[in-house]
């Protein structure tokens, strides 16, 4: 109720906000959980409509927060005011969660309070409280409440599901909140209708208001409900009434007046001195240092990756009175982001970049930290070449593999890990340093490592042909950049290799467009753009366009970017060898001999054995395919053998050898059919029918319409994961898994988690 002097106004024009309300306490009151975030001006009437749902929802559970300006700046304030009725329930948290939340709320000493554990402790006491009753979650004015408790509500009102919580949110639309509410059901709360104001006001004002005044009132007032109520005080009767004239301009309340200077206090200063002016609030190597740290974080997320390392960031970093782990923490943000950057890098280069790692303070000390493990294999490689960096590589590797450590500031080692790992062409310790990174991001809830993790893990899935699975990755990378309010950014630009396995031309180059004209041209990212061209070439060579293929690959014989670039060797090579470039070829077959021996693992020997068969005119190509079908064999890079027996195959046709070539290209064909690289299939399908024989036909697995999430969940649960085990998992609650649980066995005919594994298996040939 709106309040005019003692007395209490009904609500006006708010049909719509009062529905939406209604329908979200109704959603909740079924056992499902639902979110809104009401925003609008001061004054517009949100914390009307906050009391109208505290109606609504009388016979729940409601808890409420206000936000107090005075607690901004105290983290983890407003939270603890919501949750006080509850905390007695704590003990009853996962011992991270618990640790996490009670060293937000200052109850035990000595513990950090990770943001994304606290949120996840916040979403499992919430599901708690709601078991006996649904809750209804109020907070008014969260404009006001301090950023750490807006970040948490707004990562548990995206991961309620079947949790019977409601979140009604309501707060000004202010440039510091919005941002952290991104992704959230939204309602923004207008001026009310010309005839609703004008009836507001009938209530309000004390005597009789002349249709004129009330017109002019509600136009000046864009119908703001308090404006009007506290405008029929200020105004004399006769001023209302129409006897007398009104000011030129109608007078605001002191509430109002307040409102406006508290913006104009927020607006930034017009002016200030710039950074490096005032580097020059610094006289200490580690001040100058941090000032160069915060100027690279600023470009970092303003200006793009590209302009992050500066010649000065390298100065400070590399001065021999720095402290080592400061040095070293600087310079490996500074390689991380030339690597990203690659040839957009402005003002300096990789190779800059290396030699500064090269001078940094403290180098030779022993134990090595990953950082610095990371920095002498990456510089090594980029200073030195391939074969000297290798033992560095492999030692790198070899930590990642069981590291504790998640990330370096806001760098996951994970992200970086792949490119030591994709280098060697080891995708063994690819595949492991990802699944170690992924558990122990799962463990720590820190969501920014395990959606880099995510990421690579899918593109594992993707070479080792299981494109179900990498959709599955996918879909909780995407869950977990929501999460952390990244949303989708960039996400299609990581799965156009996946899209040209699959051969699905049109969607897959559309991603490639936006890579190269959003995340490459625009934001610097010269590693997504890279990525983009690889994968075209897959595309390219599954539809059999070889030159097209080679145009795509020909600019990474050029640049030799670290990681994918020894991916991309044998690609040009398949290219070259079909479009007629020997001599690009024979170069890249030269840069793959010398790389694949001096790393010696599966994946590596057997891609060149396979590219020496190309380029081999004799007989001897026969043997060549044997050895490197043999040797993929051992490895995980399913897409990467059948490769091998597809091109196995069409040597053989050429040669005549008809009987054996029938054999490599069915194996190739079923291997590329079951997987659903539809291109490739049709490319060995055509071999075979050369041939004189027919394709097989595979069975086509039956449909079973489940969600990603759901598919997710299936397959935790058929692995055996109890419910508590998937809830930790995926970031949910232990009653939303048991709700796709539900579904599940609905769609899929079940009645136990027993028949899971059997149900989600593809059916025998």
């Known amino acids: 109720m709106a309040q005019a002097g003692s007395r209490t106004l009904p609500l006006h024009g708010r049909h719509d906000e009062c529905q939406a309300i209604d329908e979200l306490t109704a959603t909740v009151r079924t056992g499902l959980s639902a979110t809104l975030v009401l925003v609008g001006e001061a004054?517009?009437?949100?914390?009307?409509?906050?009391?109208?749902?505290?109606?609504?929802?009388?016979?729940?559970?409601?808890?409420?927060?206000?936000?107090?300006?005075?607690?901004?700046?105290?983290?983890y304030a407003a939270l603890h005011r919501l949750l006080r009725p509850y905390l007695d329930r704590i003990d009853r948290l996962p011992g991270p969660q618990r640790d996490a939340l009670a060293g937000a709320f200052g109850l035990v000493a000595g513990v950090q309070a990770d943001r994304f554990l606290v949120g996840l402790a916040v979403l499992t006491l919430l599901a708690d409280?709601?078991?006996?009753?649904?809750?209804?979650?109020?907070?008014?004015?969260?404009?006001?409440?301090?950023?750490?408790?807006?970040?948490?509500?707004?990562?548990?009102?995206?991961?309620?599901?079947?949790?019977?919580v409601g979140v009604l949110i309501a707060a000004r639309d202010e440039p510091g909140l919005m941002p952290a509410l991104d992704g959230l059901p939204t309602l923004t709360v207008a001026g009310l209708p010309s005839q609703a104001a004008c009836d507001l006001l009938a209530q309000a004002a004390p005597g009789r208001i002349a249709p004129p005044v009330a017109a002019r009132m509600v136009a000046e007032t864009r119908g703001n409900p308090l404006a009007l109520i506290e405008l029929t005080a200020e105004l004399s009767a006769d001023q209302l009434a129409g006897g007398a004239s009104l000011p030129d301009r109608l007078p605001l309340s002191d509430h109002m007046e307040a409102h406006f200077l508290r913006h104009v206090r927020t607006m930034p200063a017009a002016a200030g001195l710039r950074l490096e002016q005032a580097a020059s609030g610094l006289h200490t190597p580690t001040m100058r240092a941090a000032a160069q740290q915060t100027k690279a974080t600023l470009a970092w997320f303003g200006g793009g990756v590209a302009t992050v390392v500066s010649a000065?960031?390298?100065?400070?970093?590399?001065?021999?009175?720095?402290?080592?782990?400061?040095?070293?923490?600087?310079?490996?943000?500074?390689?991380?982001?030339?690597?990203?950057?690659?040839?957009?890098?402005?003002?300096?280069?990789?190779?800059?970049?290396?030699?500064?790692?090269?001078?940094?303070?403290?180098?030779?000390?022993?134990?090595?930290?990953t950082t610095q493990l990371l920095l002498d294999a990456l510089a090594t490689r980029v200073l030195d070449g391939f074969v000297p960096a290798v033992p560095h590589l492999r030692a790198a590797t070899a930590v990642l593999r069981d590291n504790r450590e998640l990330a370096h500031g806001s760098i996951p080692f994970a992200m970086v890990g792949n490119w030591v790992a994709e280098e060697l062409l080891d995708d063994e310790g690819y595949e492991a340093i990802l699944r170690h990174a992924v558990s122990l991001a799962r463990e720590r809830g820190a969501l920014h490592a395990l959606d880099a993790a995510l990421h690579g893990l899918a593109a594992a899935a993707t070479w080792a042909g299981d494109f179900a699975q990498a959709d599955n990755i996918y879909a909780e990378a995407a869950d977990v950049g929501a999460m952390t309010g990244t949303g989708d950014n960039g996400a299609a630009a990581w799965q156009i290799e996946l899209l040209a396995w699959r051969g699905e031309e049109a969607?897959?180059?559309?991603?490639?467009?936006?890579?190269?004209?959003?995340?490459?041209?625009?934001?610097?990212?010269?590693?997504?753009?890279n990525h983009a061209r690889y994968s075209l070439a897959i595309l390219e060579l599954g539809h059999g366009r070889y030159a097209d293929a080679l145009a795509w690959t020909l600019p990474g014989l050029r640049d030799d970017v670290v990681g994918p670039g020894n991916r991309?060797?044998?690609?040009?090579?398949?290219?070259?060898?079909?479009?007629?470039?020997?001599?690009?070829?024979?170069?890249?077959?030269?840069?793959?001999?010398?790389?694949?021996?001096?790393?010696?693992?599966?994946?590596?020997?057997?891609?060149?054995?396979?590219?020496?068969?190309?380029?081999?005119?004799?007989?001897?190509?026969?043997?060549?395919?044997?050895?490197?079908?043999?040797?993929?064999?051992?490895?995980?890079m399913v897409?990467?053998?059948?490769?091998?027996?597809?091109?196995?195959?069409?040597?053989?046709?050429?040669?005549?050898?008809?009987?054996?070539?029938r054999r490599q290209l069915g194996i190739a064909h079923d291997a590329f059919t079951g997987m659903g690289a539809a291109a490739f299939a049709e490319r060995a399908r055509v071999e075979l029918l050369a041939t004189g024989q027919h394709a097989r036909t595979r069975a086509v697995p039956a449909g079973h319409d489940l969600t990603p999430q759901e598919a997710r969940v299936a397959a935790l649960a058929a692995a055996g994961a109890t419910n508590a085990e998937i809830a930790t998992q995926l970031f949910v609650t232990d009653s939303t898994v048991e709700y796709h649980l539900n579904k599940i066995f609905r769609k899929l005919?079940?009645?136990?988690?027993?028949?899971?594994?059997?149900?989600?298996?593809?059916p025998p040939e």
């Open 43 to 75: 004054g517009i009437g949100k914390t009307r409509l906050l009391e109208h749902a505290a109606g609504a929802a009388a016979d729940l559970r409601v808890a409420r927060v206000v936000g107090v300006e005075p607690e901004r700046r105290l983290a």
């Open 129 to 164: 409280v709601a078991r006996s009753l649904p809750l209804v979650c109020l907070v008014d004015d969260a404009h006001w409440l301090d950023p750490e408790t807006v970040a948490v509500l707004a990562f548990v009102a995206r991961r309620l599901h079947a949790d019977s």
């Open 312 to 369: 000065m960031m390298l100065e400070a970093a590399t001065d021999p009175e720095l402290p080592a782990e400061l040095s070293h923490g600087i310079l490996f943000e500074a390689l991380t982001a030339a690597m990203l950057s690659r040839q957009h890098t402005a003002g300096t280069t990789i190779a800059d970049v290396a030699h500064a790692a090269r001078r940094a303070p403290g180098r030779d000390r022993a134990p090595a930290s």
């Open 507 to 529: 969607p897959a180059r559309a991603a490639a467009d936006a890579a190269f004209s959003y995340w490459e041209a625009r934001r610097g990212y010269g590693v997504v753009g």
């Open 568 to 636: 991309m060797l044998p690609n040009l090579i398949e290219a070259a060898a079909r479009a007629g470039d020997r001599p690009s070829a024979e170069a890249a077959l030269a840069r793959l001999a010398e790389r694949a021996n001096a790393s010696g693992t599966a994946w590596a020997l057997g891609v060149l054995a396979r590219s020496r068969a190309l380029l081999t005119d004799d007989d001897g190509a026969d043997a060549l395919y044997r050895e490197a079908a043999e040797h993929l064999a051992g490895s995980r």
């Open 639 to 661: 897409t990467e053998l059948a490769r091998t027996h597809l091109l196995h195959g069409e040597w053989l046709r050429r040669r005549k050898r008809r009987t054996e070539a």
């Open 749 to 762: 005919g079940l009645t136990s988690r027993r028949q899971l594994a059997g149900a989600l298996r593809p």
